[in-house]
């Protein structure tokens, strides 16, 4: 993935109303000299990584326990409240992380307005969707859902590191699954906010339609007639 989209995904106004109602739960407006000196400890850490930090890294490498942490991370925002400052602490795929406020959009947008990365064709939005509900998949095996060789999309990817290796299936191949960057470029905290494919299901009777049309385009191709539209 280039340093680029990187950027774009971590600096863009990501701050949904969702995302602000968890950080309002948890937000103390004040706290201890302890707490206070904690939190900017934490607002350090979560500045420097380029994904989020769950508690127990930020603990770890504050050298904390996780409920100070956890207390701390409600004095940090506190200080970060949307509407308040140009940035906003989200809760974001299993961690924290700094993102713009959505108020900040236009002037962002602005800023990189040049060239950006290319996006999804059709085959990796397809494989991509794949993995991220049957995942751990493998290449053999989405080659069998989509009907043609995955091995393209999968490699693109893998090399954008929307996907990554998850281990081996019981016949010996690599399986594959969404990596964090997955969750951070689509606005998810967790796999769980994936929308509900049954949204999608075809109708009883736009299945009767469509079996109806599949039985006439057989009955012409077996008399030999043109296939009807």
Excluded: C
Aim: proline share 6%.
């Amino acid at each position: 993935m280039d340093a680029e989209m990187d950027t774009i995904a971590r600096g863009a106004p990501a701050a949904n109303a969702e995302g602000e109602a968890v950080i309002r739960a948890h937000a103390s407006p004040a706290g201890g000299e302890a707490d206070n000196e904690l939190a900017s400890t934490l607002e350090a850490l979560l500045f420097l990584s380029p994904d989020p930090l769950s508690v127990t890294e930020l603990a770890e490498a504050a050298q904390a326990g996780e409920s100070d942490t956890r207390a701390a991370l409600g004095v940090l925002a506190g200080r970060y409240v949307p509407g308040a400052r140009g940035i906003v602490l989200r809760e974001l795929a299993g961690g924290y992380t700094f993102a713009t406020d959505p108020a900040t959009e236009d002037a962002a947008r602005r800023l990189f307005s040049r060239s950006r990365t290319a996006t999804l064709t059709p085959a990796q939005a397809e494989t991509l969707a794949i993995v991220a509900y049957l995942q751990p998949v493998s290449r053999p095996e989405i080659t069998r859902i989509r009907g043609v060789s995955a091995d393209s999309a999968a490699t693109t990817l893998l090399e954008r590191g929307l996907i990554e290796e998850a281990g081996r299936s019981q016949f010996g191949a690599v399986t594959y699954r969404t990596s964090t960057l997955f969750l951070k470029l689509f606005g998810l905290r967790s796999l769980v906010e994936l929308p509900d494919v049954a949204r999608w299901d075809p109708t009883p009777e736009e299945q009767a339609e469509l079996r109806e049309r599949l039985l006439r385009a057989g009955e012409a191709r077996a008399g030999g007639g043109p296939t009807p539209e």
